[in-house]
Structure formats: structure tokens, C-alpha cells
């Protein structure tokens, strides 16, 4: 009971941590637009740290361990592979997305797709990072609940109020410190739980010596699954709403670029670590559900470190349901309140929308995971279109002259029927729903392009020149599309 109290109290105590910050920021969210970006621009650094606190949510580091459990240091690909995503990101579209001064995703495929695949793809990127906002309150409601030891439907309830208030108060400002406080809070708590685990097993020798060698090997998860998980993560990474909008509050694009690589060290490093814990748990506890793994390591620690690894746990949760809150409530104000009021953002009835929308966006997931919780199985919907948002990002900024306007709107329409029935089939032949998802917009953009001199489609718009951050030989900017020529 003593020891159920500490953690109460400290998490408790985080939450409050949250709120002074949460009211600190809100001086700066003043309107709509600032309540959206956070009113100013913000140290790479700092959204490195946003960036890796919006992709761990309490599930990476339970399923990690989980599966690492399982299978070995190979489960640290589940999370390992987001880094690489985030390499990706750095490489190929972080400049040139913080150059075309959108920070909405519908809004940049706008740019050449037009009206109509905008609210498509807003449409259902709300409805997918809803999905996400289930998941997470149901997965992480549960872990909390049994290892705060309170009812489950209090822990769900008790965080989503939480993460919705604060995140209401102080807009994308509060987002991004409360976030870099979740990232701090939860790297150190994995650090200190992998520490612990390693020296409860004797040290990383006598890890090796008890374990069988196929747990230390890279693939043993299987190379399908690790490259499923791949293209899942990239995909992921490339089109999510929170991603493009936590890359638009830095100066210049390499400071965006350097955000992201900052948050892959970081995803890589946790994934290594967590996978760590799941590998001692197996030392430790043999004959328990790779579910408990990480748990069961937590169930080891005196009643002080215990609490504090579990207040990381909580700020993985509030971290990625205040990001989904913030992103689905600027696309809703952007995409659909702005056009229909044309209100350019700096009312106070443009704020006070923004602000309702954060607390309805939040607060809707809450019943479906608390009555329907097999709903997480549904979670493939937010993977798959995430994936296919992707692949017409790459042709956006590579190869806006391919396809078509309308064949866009098709890709994402025919990429949502079309993944939900491959999944509901079983994904026959073994073919992972997530290749689907990504071929289909390949396929109907291919098709449309070829095809466009014959029906006299119109085809896609161009970007207009933005600076980049590199000029060519002559000065001029060059063409967000374009590869910057070295001679000279």
C-alpha cells in the first residue's frame, strides 16, 4: 500500500509539473495561429526531443521488451526502425518541407493536387491518427492501470483529461516543453531500468552466458517483419501530421534537418535499450507472458525508482496523445474552419475554435477505448494510409509532374478500401497489408500518367521556387524539386 501511495504521488506530482508549464506557455498562445505553432521558432534540439517523444508512446517500450522477451535483441527493430525513418526524413524531405511553409500535410499535397485531394487527405488523416489516439489510450490506460493498480477505465479517463488540458491551455508551445520534459523523464527511466535489470542479472557476460546465441542475433525476428515494420515507420514518419508540424516551428531547414537526426539517435538508442530489458526479464523470468517482461523487471525496483521509471511510462502517454490532439485540431482549423469562415487566424472566435477542437478531438477517442477495446486491432488503417500519404509526399517534392490530380484523390481512396480488404482476408500469400498500401498509389499513379494524354486529365501543379537554404550558381532559389548543381 506504502509503495502504491510513492508512485501515486509522484505521478501525481509529474502531472502537476505539467500543468505550471502547460500555463507558463499560454501567454504565448494568444491566437489561433500562435495556439498552432507556438508563436515562435524553437531549437533543433528541442524538437529532436518532440520528435522522439511523439513515437514512444508506453506501448514501444512494453512491446520492445516484449518482444525482445521473444525473440531477442532483433525486438529493438520494432523501434530502430523509426531512426532509420528519421535518417530518411533528414535526407529527403525535412528541408523541402520546412521550405514550403506548410505546416499541415494536406496542405503541402494541396500545393500540386489541388483542392480536392486536400480534404481527402485531411479527412482521413483525422481519422487516422484518431485510430492511433485509441490505441494509445487503450494500450497505455491498461499498463498503467496495473502497474499504478487502479480500475482501468480511471487511468484512461484520468490521462486523456489530463493530456487534453494541458495541451488546451498552452497549445503547440506547451506541447513541445511538456514533450522535451516526457523525453527527458522516460529516457532516463529506461536507462535506469536497464541498469538495474543488468546488474539483477550479474552483467552483460553473465547475459550472454545464459542466454542462447540466436537471442543476440540481429534477424531473428525474421527479415520480413523487419522490413514490414520499415516501410510502416518511414511511411509513418513522412506523412503524419505532427511530424511536418513539429518540423515547421524551427528557423531554417537545417535546423530541421538536424532535429530529425537528433530524434533518430535518440528512437535508436531507446530501442536498444528497451530490447535490453526484455532480454534480462528473460534471465529473470523465465516462465512469465512476454507481455510482463518489462513489468516484472519494474516489480524488482525499490518503491522510489519504480515510481520514477513509472512517471516515464505516464509521459510516454501524455506525449503522443497531446500530439495527436494539437495536429487533429490544426487540420480541422485549417482545412475546414478557415475556408468555410475565411478567418485568417488571428480572431479570438479562431481561437476559441482551435481550442474546443483540441478538447473534442481529445476526448472523443476516450469512450471507444474504454468500451470497445479490440478497436486497437483497427490500428493497420492509421499504418496503411499513413504509408500511402508517404509515397505521394516522395512525388511531391521528386516528381510533381507524374500522374495526375485525380489520380492522387483515387490512390488514397482506393488505398483505403483496398488495405482494409487485403487485412480483412488475412493478408493472403503473406504479404504484409503495409506493401499494399504502398503500391497502390504507385500503380494508380503510374496509370494516370500514362494515360493523361489520352483522357486530357489535368495534370499536377508545381511548386513554386522556395529557398531551401542552398541557391544555385547564379543565386536564384532553386525549385523545391530540384537537386542543387555543385559546379562552379
Known sequence: MQASWTVLSLTGLYMAVLGVISFAAKRYADSAKSFTSGGTTFPAILIGFLLMSEFIGTTASIGTAQVAYSHGISGAWSLAVLGIGFILYAMLLARRFKALGENTISGALSRIYGPKVKVATS?????????????????????????????????????????????TVGGMRSVIYTNVLHALVKYLGIVIAFVFALNQVGGMGELQA??????????TVGWPQIIAWF????????STQYVIQAISTVSDGPKAQRASLYSALLLIGFSLLAAGIGLCAAVLSPNIPPLQAFPSIIARMDTLTAAFVVAGLAGSLFGTISAVSIGTAT?????????????????????????IATVVVGLIPLPFAILAPDVVKVTFLAKALRATLAVLVLLLFYAPWFGTRLGALISILASLVLTIGWFLLGDPFGIDNTYIAVAIPIVVMSVSHLLRGLTGEERPGHLPEVVTGEENASGRALPLHSTPSRAG
Open 123 to 167: 479527412a482521413i488523416m483525422i481519422f487516422a491518427i484518431q485510430i492511433v489516439a485509441i490505441s494509445v489510450y487503450t494500450s497505455g490506460g491498461a499498463v498503467l492501470s496495473s502497474i499504478l493498480g487502479i480500475d482501468r477505465t480511471v487511468a484512461i479517463v484520468l490521462t486523456g483529461i489530463v493530456a487534453v488540458l494541458y495541451v
Open 210 to 219: 545464459r542466454l542462447p546465441a540466436r537471442m543476440f542475433e540481429a534477424s
Open 231 to 238: 516501410i510502416a515507420a518511414t511511411g509513418a514518419i513522412f
Open 331 to 355: 487540420l480541422l482549423f485549417k482545412d475546414f474552419y478557415q475556408p468555410l469562415f475565411k478567418d485568417r487566424g488571428d480572431s479570438q472566435r479562431s481561437l476559441m475554435f482551435v481550442r
